[in-house]
DNA sequence: GAGTGGTCTAGACCACGGT
DNA sequence: CCGTGGTCTAGACCACTCA
């Protein structure tokens, strides 16, 4: 089926380009770090001309879909923030560079999905999920404790492991154990006294300000995968932001 | 000149030409609001094609330098970001509309520069700087309480208005009566316990948490301009990001 | 209707990466 | 060396804005 009818054919040419390129970024047809279509090969196949298939892929590399290596081609993205914590919170060493947490799970269980993360996985209301709880540390001092819900349906892969074989990142657990890729992710920040329960899990005095962040991380087809909710300490706290 | 003298030349003609037009902006050669050359006028002068000026157009509109309006032209864009408290907190009527918090001066005063006051708005240590401190309510209700400091030598002429003729929002007051634009701001979150100067300003109980915004507001050269410290009740933050 | 930016073409040559 | 993306040209026609 041409492709350009299964796209409204009142857009441009390079945005039902880009669209369909999205698609099947989206159906895995490429997996991330694999190459795309080069260039010429999409000017063929499209019937397009150069700069258009330049522009199409140019609104991808901007949305940080695809990736561009002059010799080498375009490749799929393999997002790469489980350590986006970092945009928030300061975990340097002095010597500035990135550690990765310890994380260790402290509870697993399947449960009805709560309505709110029902709403925000966009799961029929009831639905089973997994929740998981779990602690972050670094030289073992507490830094962020995270409530995580899944899909029971796409992640009933990890009730088999041993919840003390995560490892410390989970992203790429669930991309081996259940195929699922996370892609990109939506936060929402808010502040709040810590209540006794976080007080006690991340040794602070009850009331201490901690920050609070929601996620809902997403595949490649936007369609929601994860949700968790971390708290750390405000005094670790600092996100900087350019506006204009 | 040959404008391509003025750039390193093993740069591309795009990267040249956006450079000379970013210069030509910080210059105030076009004030915000003003169309630049057109694109043919732009080709001519550049005896470039029409895709590369594009091309450099196109970066200065990601940048958010310039903004485009098909049939009319190519415009400076004017900051609108006053009202940037609203990216972090939420101050919304029921019905969603946005409205401008009122802005009271509480205090005005000639001083040295502090030592991180000079360094943020890059001054020599002791220039002389106007500080200011200002209370934003909304319905009477305190929200933020902010500090501001401005280098004395191009900013005089503040001295020589009423604090309470200041009016809700400073950056217009400074484009009117001081000639000075600002383009872009840097801010940088952190969150604390509030101490008790601050919960009396902000009718606040001692120790509730609060969320600190250090802003550094640029011209269009990327000169610093202004340095302010905004303290508002973490019950009414709130940020949201996307991540890829 | 004149003038602006928006889309698109069909090439050319260059710079870089891997073989 | 070949194949990739990067830069650049010199047009054409369309869609929109404003007088």
Redesign the interface.
């Given at each position: 089926m041409n492709f350009v009818r299964r796209h409204d054919e009142r857009l441009p040419l390079y945005q039902r380009l880009r669209d369909e390129l999205s698609e099947r970024i989206a159906s895995q047809q490429w997996r991330p770090g694999e190459a795309i279509l080069t260039e010429a090969e999409l000017v063929k196949q499209f019937s397009a001309s150069i700069?258009t298939v330049r522009k199409a892929i140019d609104m991808l590399v901007?949305?940080?879909?695809l990736e561009r290596f002059q010799g080498r081609g375009t490749i799929v993205?393999r997002?790469r923030?489980d350590s986006?914590l970092f945009?928030f919170f300061r975990f340097q060493k002095e010597s500035g560079e990135r550690q990765v947490p310890e994380g260790r799970i402290l509870r697993r269980e399947v449960m009805a999905a709560p309505s709110a993360v029902a709403s925000a996985l966009r799961l029929a209301p009831g639905s089973e999920v997994i929740h998981m709880t779990r602690l972050r540390l670094l030289n073992g001092k507490p830094l962020l404790a995270e409530s995580i819900w899944l899909p029971k349906e796409k992640f009933a892969a990890l009730l088999d492991i041993d919840t003390g074989a995560f490892g410390d990142l989970l992203y790429p657990l669930y991309e081996e154990r259940c195929g699922q890729v996370i892609?990109?992710?939506?936060?929402?920040?808010?502040?709040?006294?810590v209540d006794e329960v976080h007080a006690r899990l991340l040794q602070l005095q009850p009331?201490?300000?901690?920050?609070v962040v929601e996620r809902v991380a997403l595949g490649y087809d936007r369609q929601p995968l994860e949700w968790r909710r971390s708290r750390g300490p405000?005094?670790q706290?600092?996100?900087?932001?350019?506006?204009?």
């Open positions: 700069g901007a949305e940080g879909a993205r997002a923030f986006s945009r892609a990109s992710a939506e936060e929402d920040l808010t502040a709040e006294a009331g201490a300000p901690v920050i405000a005094e706290f600092r996100y900087q932001v350019e506006i204009r």
